[in-house]
């Protein structure tokens, strides 16, 4: 349900109302979920990663997500507020946006914490961040395609027999 609300708030802000700035877009959706949500939100809201790009203009802002910018080997992390789009127990502040030059043959990823967060391999453990960040680094030099192929193949490895827990969305951008 949070997604379908996101997706239709979402669309209003960006495609209705122009806005383009991602901290301010997070602003404008975690206001519309709460509204949403009324008194009975208590902490529901969502993790986001949101990016726009112009260019070699790269504009980003995250609840709780980081966005990476793999440039050659190097793995750079761009990090998200610790907040969510919704209700939180802490105060709430504006959602920070971050302005960064790209250069060429730079790749972007965006994801859902569903990755990293399953459980599975040899321990039943979760798969987690840094794990994702060195599969991410050791498929830099395959076009994005095998990339696919590979991470989709590792997650499927990964959780074996295990349910599959979260939604789980990994978005590469090639320059």
Known sequence: MMSMLGTAFLNEIVIEGKERNPGKILDRLREHVKSAMGKKG???????????????????????????????TELIEVKGDKQPVGFQPSPERPFETSHLTLEKDDRIYLFSDGYADQFGGPKGKKYKYKTFKDKLISVASMNLKEQRK??????????????????????????
């Open 42 to 72: 208590g902490r529901d809201g969502m993790d986001m990663a949101f990016c726009c790009i112009d260019g070699n203009k790269l504009e980003y802002a995250g609840a709780n997500l980081p966005l990476y910018i793999l440039r050659k």
């Open 150 to 175: 590979l991470i989709d193949c590792e997650f499927e490895t990964w959780k074996g027999d295990l349910e599959q827990l979260d939604d789980v969305c990994v978005l590469g951008i090639s320059l």
